[in-house]
């Protein structure tokens, strides 16, 4: 009588195959380990061109095959800020433009922990200033996540593009949630959309109001933000009465905002403010009182030398104190 092969179930197949993955996980892993060990090691004996080979043929090699190599000494360098370090490993030919398993170049680690002499030194060095992470992650998104105005306007001078792609996370956007006024300034001068809508977020003004962040909503509005433009059809007043900021309702309501603008709900401004609240207080308060022939007049003039050129109203003959009301200051 012929044997039946033994049939083992799927479940004792399937562990096997867990085991091999995590017996190659590991086993890459200490390689990896036994190659940042080697590199240090020669960096504290002295040896830096052997480290700088040990990097190039592993790293760069990994770059070209997509390997599952992760951090190179350059990225190490770059994000603790080692100046010193960092130029001798590219004095030493390592590739600037290493990329991790995720795309995460040297310069991203630079601009994220506001190294602005790391980044110069490796743009300097032919650093892609525009490369892009799996998740779309600029550096330059990078350096407003982190607050670097110094990163930022140094990769804005090598050309970086002001404008994130409709498919990559938005510098502006990011640092109006966060408060870096001066990051979104630089932003503005060289030519970003400050109404750049995303469906999800909406426009950074509403971004801004939500985070309670008045500065910002000053530099937007200044910037030629529309005060209207929000999410969907929720205003930035909404969101700024929905947070209960009263800094900012003033001043959304400075710069032209319509108290009586309905959201998809059908509410009001003042509808969507807790009550009780100091924002629903003055909303109502805005409500009974019309806006007065000044400041009508301002926001006409505003309208009429538009958006585009209300930078140049310092340079208009006009005496200091009209200037400086003009320009809401």
Not at 77 to 90: D, F, H
């Amino acid at each position: 009588m012929t044997e039946l092969p033994e049939i083992r179930p799927f479940a004792a197949q399937l562990s096997n195959v867990y085991l091999t993955i995590l017996a190659l996980f590991c086993f890459k892993l200490f390689v990896k380990i036994t190659l940042n060990l080697l590199t240090h090691f020669y960096i504290i004996k002295g040896n830096r061109k052997e480290a700088a080979r040990i990097s190039a043929q592993f790293y760069d090699s990994a770059e070209r095959h997509r390997s599952w190599a992760d951090r190179s000494p350059l990225h190490e360098a770059a994000s603790q800020g080692r100046l010193l370090a960092l130029k001798t490993l590219i004095a030493e030919g390592c590739n600037v433009n290493v990329l991790t398993i995720d795309h995460v170049s040297p310069l991203h680690e630079a601009c994220l922990g506001d190294h602005a002499a790391c980044a110069r030194a490796l743009i300097d060095a032919g650093a892609n200033v525009n490369a892009t992470t799996i998740n779309g992650v600029t550096p330059l998104f990078n350096a407003c996540l982190s607050d670097s105005v110094h990163c930022a306007e140094l990769l804005l001078e090598s050309g970086v593009r002001p404008q994130a792609d409709f498919r990559q996370p938005s510098p502006i956007h990011e640092a109006s949630s966060r408060g870096n006024v001066s990051c979104i300034e630089a932003l503005i001068t060289w030519g970003a959309d400050v109404d750049y809508d995303i469906p999800h977020m909406g426009t950074p003004l509403y971004v801004t109001c939500m985070s309670r962040e008045l500065q910002c909503a000053r530099v937007l509005l200044n910037g030629g933000a529309r005060v209207q433009q929000g999410k969907f059809l929720e205003t930035p007043l909404h969101a700024a009465a929905q947070r209960d900021c009263t800094e900012i309702v003033k001043v959304l309501l400075e710069f032209g905002a319509d108290v009586n603008a309905k959201n998809q709900d059908l509410k009001r401004p003042v509808e969507v403010a807790p009550p009780g609240g100091l924002a629903e207080g003055f909303l109502l308060l805005c409500e009974a009182v019309p806006r007065t022939l000044s400041q009508l007049c301002r926001l006409t003039i505003r309208e009429c030398i538009g958006r585009n050129r209300l930078h140049l109203i310092s340079q208009l003959q006009l005496p200091k104190a009209l200037t400086k009301f003009l320009q809401h200051q």
